[in-house]
C-alpha cells in the first residue's frame, strides 16, 4: 500500500493506494499522515498443503528427469551395478537381477523420452503448485481435472499389481481431489450469496 498526501489550500487531500488497486479519498487536517489499512487475507490451509506437495513433485519429476538425461550416454547396466555395490547389495541377489533385467529394456530412445515426459509433468506441476500458493481459481480447476484424470490409470495400476505406495497415492489424490470439489462449491455458493 501507498500513502500520497496532497496539499490542497488549508485542507490536505488523503489518497491510500491499496493493493487490489481501490482508491480511498479522505479529507484530512494539513500534515496528517495516513496510516495504511492492513489487509490480511487468510490463505487456505488445504490449497497451500496442496500447493507444497505439488511443487514437491515438481522437484522430484525434475530430479528423475535430470537423472534420464545425465545416462544417456551410459551403460545402464554398469550403473545399476555400481549403485548396487555402493549400496551394499549383492550384485548377484534377486533384486539387482531385476533391475538389470529392466535396465536393458531402456535404450537411448526410451530413456530420452523419459526424460522429456518426466520434465513436462515437473513444469505441469510446478505450475499447479505456484497457483495453487497464490490461490488462483484456474489452478483448482487444473488440478481438479488433472486429478480426475490420472484417477483411471491409478485404479488399473492399484488392480494390476496391489501395493502400499499406489494405495496411498491414490488415497491422496482422492482427499485433493474431495477437497478441491468442496472448495470449488463453497466458492460458487459464496458468489451466489452474493448477487
Do not use: C
Not at 85 to 93: G, I, Q, T
Not at 157 to 170: C, K
Amino acid at each position: 500500500m501507498v500513502a500520497l498526501t496532497i496539499p490542497a489550500a488549508d485542507r490536505q487531500l488523503k489518497v491510500i493506494v491499496r493493493m487490489e488497486n481501490e482508491l480511498i479519498r479522505e479529507p484530512s487536517s494539513a500534515h496528517t499522515l495516513v496510516k495504511p489499512r492492513e489487509h490480511h487475507a487468510a490463505h487456505d490451509r488445504g490449497l497451500l498443503m496442496i500447493g507444497l506437495f505439488k511443487l514437491g513433485k515438481a522437484i522430484l519429476f525434475f530430479g528423475i528427469g535430470v537423472g534420464a538425461i545425465h545416462m544417456l550416454h551410459k551403460d545402464l547396466g554398469d550403473e545399476v551395478v555400481r549403485l548396487a555395490m555402493a549400496l551394499k547389495f549383492d550384485p548377484e541377489s534377486r533384486f539387482v537381477s531385476i533391475l538389470l533385467e529392466k535396465a536393458d529394456l531402456i535404450d537411448t530412445h526410451r530413456l530420452r523420452e523419459i526424460g522429456l515426459a518426466t520434465f513436462g509433468y515437473s513444469a505441469l506441476a510446478l505450475t499447479e503448485g505456484v497457483g495453487l500458493l497464490l490461490e488462483k481459481v484456474w489452478a483448482e480447476y487444473l488440478t481438479l481435472i488433472l486429478t480426475i484424470s490420472f484417477l483411471p490409470w491409478e485404479l488399473y495400476e492399484l488392480a494390476r499389481q496391489p501395493n502400499w505406495f499406489r494405495l496411498g497415492l491414490l488415497g491422496i489424490n482422492l482427499v485433493v481431489l474431495i477437497y478441491l470439489m468442496w472448495l470449488l462449491r463453497r466458492k460458487k455458493n459464496l458468489v451466489a450469496e452474493r448477487a
